[in-house]
């Protein structure tokens, strides 16, 4: 009698510790699916470029992949389904509006519709023009201007001594470098012209410039902020020369100013 209620003892021990086993893995698991809940609450899926899309290249799927966005940061556009940004068997796919790195995002505002035709245009600013400039390698800063940089406009004008120079356009952004747009592309070359974002008053200064001198375009650097007016530069000024004062007589002194530059003159 003793060895059987020993025995029943033991049996409901071992239960009790097997139960509490299985309860305590249950637990564990509903927690785990309760945290990925959380983690999968908190972002969403989106579509980015797996690799480099160049302005107007077609996208395909191969280009494309998805990674997990924070949900509160998801931009506007934001393509989170395939079928909304590939064609249908056949149909006519969607370009980049602009050259695409590895990892952006794909957005509406960065693709065209399906079977929409991208040119430069859609690179433009609101409410500004895209005009060409004819240069050779000596006006373009030696084929260094490429699609994406920031150019200074001189005219050069007159002959002999009364030729002078004057900055006309101050930091004008490059669109493209004869039939090239695309702004990843950073090999140098030799163009005819360069093509320029501008407002409709600068396009009507260029056209005039272009007709009676010269236009040389100068390269800014990335942190270049100075955009005060120039004054013209004439020959006459590189080559100005002092007279001797003769001995004795007065001299008055005048301040000369060209630009940001400042010279006292006897």
Do not use: C
């Amino acid at each position: 009698m003793r060895l059987t209620s020993l025995l029943t003892a033991i049996t409901g021990l071992a239960v009790a510790g097997g139960s509490v086993y299985v309860a305590r893995d249950m637990l564990a698991v509903r927690s785990a699916d309760a945290s990925a809940a959380v983690v999968e609450a908190s972002t969403v899926t989106v579509i980015v470029a797996s690799r480099d899309i160049a302005f107007g290249q077609a996208i395909e799927s191969h280009m494309l992949t998805t990674i997990d966005w924070p949900r509160d940061a998801v931009p506007d556009g934001v393509y989170i389904d395939y079928a909304q940004l590939l064609p249908t068997d056949g149909g006519d796919p969607r370009r980049a509006r602009r050259a695409l790195a590895t990892g952006e995002l794909l957005l509406a505002s960065k693709v065209s519709d399906f079977g929409e035709k991208v040119t430069i245009v859609q690179t433009l600013s609101p409410n500004s023009r895209a005009m060409a400039i004819k240069v050779s390698a000596e006006t373009a800063v030696g084929g260094f201007v490429t699609p994406g940089d920031f150019v200074d406009v001189v005219l050069t004008q007159g002959r002999d001594e009364a030729m002078r120079a004057v900055t006309i356009l101050q930091n004008i952004r490059v669109v493209g470098v004869d039939q090239q747009s695309d702004e990843l592309e950073d090999n140098p070359e030799v163009a005819r012209t360069v093509t320029v974002e501008v407002t409709a008053e600068q396009g009507q200064k260029l056209a005039l410039a272009q007709n009676v001198g010269t236009l040389s375009l100068t390269l800014r650097s990335l942190e270049s902020e100075e955009d005060a007016p120039l004054e013209s530069v004439r020959v006459s000024d590189l080559l100005q020369e002092l007279s001797p004062v003769p001995e004795g007589q007065k001299t008055t002194t005048i301040t000369v100013r060209r630009g940001v530059e400042v010279q006292d003159i006897n």
